[in-house]
């Protein structure tokens, strides 16, 4: 069992920028491709950005040119750097293993919460 602890949420104007981060218990980083997914109210989980062990990326449509998932194995960390901020980012952003599968992933931690407001 891994433990994820994501951070970095808040409140924010459209236009603005937040930089989330998802600490990892032991050396997962190292040998796991990583995903940041988020999940708003009335929507189902979906898939935002995922990086390879070796730092390769892929990005939803949606926040493509946007958003930027990086990861710092030693450190046992990923990130994503939002910027241009749009209300419809608004939801609660969660870190975990990246699969193809991962629509059957069960276990999710808490998340943290991202809104896009004026």
């Known amino acids: 069992q891994v433990q994820l602890v994501e951070s970095g949420g808040g409140l924010v104007q459209p236009g603005g920028s937040l930089r989330l981060s998802c600490a990892a218990s032991?050396?997962?980083?190292?040998?796991?491709?990583m995903g940041w997914y988020r999940q708003a109210p009335g929507k189902q989980r979906e898939l935002v950005a995922a990086?390879?062990?070796?730092?390769?990326?892929t990005y939803a449509d949606s926040v493509k040119g946007r958003f930027t998932i990086s990861r710092d194995n030693a450190k046992n960390t990923v990130y994503l750097q939002m910027n241009s901020l749009k209300p419809e980012d608004t939801a609660v952003y969660y870190c975990?293993?990246?699969?193809?599968?991962?629509?059957?992933?069960?276990?999710w931690g808490q998340g943290t919460r991202v809104t896009v407001s004026s």
């Open positions: 032991g050396s997962i980083f190292s040998f796991n491709a």
């Open positions: 975990n293993a990246y699969t193809p599968l991962w629509s059957q992933i069960r276990s």
């Open positions: 990086i390879s062990s070796g730092g390769r990326t």
